[in-house]
């Protein structure tokens, strides 16, 4: 039985995750650690756009790359530990897909085009919206980061619970050593 996730389900588990947590300290620092009238704010803005579209095709490539390899098998753990994983992952999964497409349809929505690093604009989901649709984009997006932090929040939690707690090895699954 294998009980450790391959190398690449590590390296996008990781890569998404240093991303993710940058992506959330950016966003907060976009909202409330810089002056509206900062010249870097809009070069900011852009970054977080950008690496939110890469967040999004990451996690694509990685669920097909789940979808395509089994993951390991923990036939000893409890339902409840088990039930309560699988949705915690779907939830992550769902909200890792959501997240930058709610962000890309907000600033579409707001007639800003989502730039990739300078390279490309990504294709217009959306065209330009009334004031009333902008703000309820900007406000799905806030909450759904908020979604994001407490899911990650649950995330680390049970692994954490796995390595000092149940000292049965499941952080080793996924861990880069």
Known sequence: ???????????????????????????????????????????????????????????????????????????????????????NHYALYLMLIAQPLVGILFSQAANRPVSFYGLFNLPTLIDQQPKPVVENLAAAHQIGAGILVLLI????????YHWLIKRDGVMGRMAWW
């Open 1 to 87: 039985m294998n009980f450790r996730y391959g190398p690449w389900a590590r390296t996008f588990h990781w890569t998404i995750a240093i991303l993710a947590f940058f992506m959330l300290a950016l966003g907060a620092y976009m909202t409330k650690g810089i002056a509206p009238d900062d010249p870097i704010r809009g070069q900011l803005y852009s970054l977080h756009k950008a690496t939110g579209a890469l967040i999004l095709f990451l996690v694509l490539i990685r669920l097909l790359v789940r979808f395509n390899n089994d993951p390991p098998m923990l036939d000893d753990q409890p339902a409840l530990i088990r039930i309560g994983s699988r949705l």
């Open 153 to 160: 929040a649950l995330h680390i939690a049970g692994g954490l």
